[in-house]
T-cell receptor, first 116, second 112 residues
């Protein structure tokens, strides 16, 4: 099966600019996650979708970050305006659901964002 | 909230030596446990998982982990490591509210 696809792989922007990332999950996976991974740290969940509904966005900085999954398939994550501390790898993951429990996540290769 | 602690941020080891990467989690009922590996410039790849049943689980690349409920631990082991095992390893927990939590990672550095 095809894995989780993310684009772009790398992005360099200046602070206060806008940027968007795209993710296409594994076909049939209802749950989609966006993580922020700062260098030297573990992934931090930004937002979790179940189909096209938001399950958890408690750690999403909503003043500058937004995400959508309009048709319950692919998703975009946007930062506007970007700050220096947003430099990180943004990982997308997806998982299926069995008997009400989320199954192991499958990750894309991530987008490495550098803010100048 | 759930917490996942990886006690060692870096583990240096010589090739063909055994290794153990430690993971402890805060107590919770009905948790699922996972280990992921991350190679440079790549996403996380599932190594192994514990959902239920036997407390010793085997994964890919010769890794195994043991679920210890009384000690709330899920340590990862390999009897003989290779240079190619050099990577960062993350322990993760799925609690009974369907929320995933990741540890901060352990960098395994295998030396020739």
């Amino acid at each position: 099966e095809a894995g989780v696809a993310q684009s772009p792989r790398y992005k360099i922007i200046e602070k206060r600019q806008s940027v968007a990332f795209w993710c296409n999950p594994i076909s049939g996976h209802a749950t989609l996650y966006w993580y922020q991974q700062i260098l030297g740290q573990g992934p931090k969940l930004l937002i979790q979708f179940q189909n096209n509904g938001v399950v958890d966005d408690s750690q999403l900085p909503k003043d500058r970050f937004s995400a959508e999954r309009l048709k319950g398939v692919d998703s975009t994550l946007k930062i506007q305006p970007a700050k220096l501390e947003d430099s990180a790898v943004y990982l997308c993951a997806s998982s299926s659901n069995r008997d009400g429990r989320n199954q192991p996540q499958h990750f894309g290769d991530g987008t490495r964002l550098s803010i100048l | 909230a759930q917490s996942v602690t990886q006690l060692d941020s870096q583990v240096p080891v010589f090739e063909e030596a055994p290794v153990e990467l430690r993971c402890n989690y805060s107590s919770s009922v009905s948790v699922y446990l996972f280990w992921y590996v991350q190679y440079p410039n790549q996403g996380l790849q599932l190594l192994l998982k514990y959902l239920s049943g036997s407390t010793l689980v085997k994964g890919i690349n010769g890794f195994e982990a043991e679920f210890n409920k009384s000690q709330t631990s899920f340590h990862l082991r390999k009897p003989s490591v290779h240079i190619s095992d050099t990577a960062e390893y993350f322990c993760a927990v799925l609690n009974n509210f369907n929320k995933f939590y990741f540890g901060s990672g352990t960098k395994l550095n295998v030396k020739p």
